[in-house]
Antibody, heavy 118, light 110 residues
Framework: EEQLVESGGGLVQPGGSLRLSCAAS????????VNWVRQAPGKGLVWVSR????????NYADSVKGRFTISRDNAKNTLYLQMNSLRAEDTAVYYC???????????WGQGTLVTVSS | QSVLTQPPSVSAAPGERVTISCSGS????????VSWYQQLPGTAPKLLIY???KRPSGIPDRFSGSKSGTSATLGITGLQTGDEADYYC???????????FGGGTKLTVL
């Protein structure tokens, strides 16, 4: 089955850290840009970060710049998001999505919930 | 508040046609390609339209996309109750050097 599967979400205190993973299964991963998109409870989609196919180019939303780091391991078909200095406003379901804004995000994971609360 | 402006909600009867607008600026829609996503309740988003007006395989031709200047439009004809969902436009913003989604539009099929 073709799928992206996120993991690593959970409850963390403000100021804490989490590392999310997104594993690709049956989905061609290495030639594509890959993104993280989040959705706070009851809110809309917000783009978080993207990484190029070879990992040489990365972009971040201003709201996470300096706190989050995106990376990938093409040998393991896995995308990562290291999240540090977490804030309450980072509480959201985090989705990984394959593709570019031009060609569209054609594969999405099911999402993993991150809750930042004391 | 998103850089891309969508109406919060639209509604129409089964079988009718509806359009959802997405308004931006020269730094985003005006100079970049637009994609559209459908998010059914409790599920991950699904790609409906890419490169302004192209449909992925499996997306029925009831769904269409267009772009003019700094605005884009999603059209849905022959509305079905199963089309009730949130719809989002998305593009790259060259000034922000960041991706952006519209605020989303909730479609109700009456």
């Amino acid at each position: 089955e073709e799928q992206l599967v996120e993991s690593g979400g959970g409850l963390v205190q403000p100021g804490g850290s989490l590392r999310l993973s997104c594993a690709a299964s049956g989905v061609t991963f290495s030639p594509y840009w890959v993104n993280w998109v989040r959705q706070a409870p009851g809110k809309g989609l917000v783009w978080v970060s993207r990484i190029s196919s070879d990992g040489s180019s990365r972009n971040y939303a201003d709201s996470v710049k300096g706190r989050f780091t995106i990376s990938r391991d093409n040998a393991k078909n896995t995308l990562y998001l290291q999240m540090n200095s977490l804030r309450a406003e980072d509480t959201a379901v985090y989705y990984c999505a394959r593709g570019s804004f031009a060609g569209g995000f054609d594969y999405w994971g099911q999402g993993t919930l991150v809750t930042v609360s004391s | 508040q998103s850089v891309l402006t969508q109406p919060p909600s639209v509604s129409a009867a089964p079988g009718e046609r509806v359009t959802i607008s997405c308004s931006g600026s020269t730094s985003n829609i005006g100079n970049n390609l637009v994609s559209w996503y459908q998010q059914l309740p409790g599920t991950a988003p699904k790609l409906l339209i890419y490169e302004n007006n192209k449909r992925p395989s499996g997306i029925p031709d009831r769904f269409s996309g267009s772009k003019s200047g700094t605005s884009a439009t999603l059209g849905i004809t022959g509305l079905q109750t199963g089309d009730e969902a949130d719809y989002y436009c998305a593009t790259w913003d060259s000034s922000l050097t960041a991706g952006i989604f519209g605020g989303g539009t909730k479609l109700t099929v009456l």
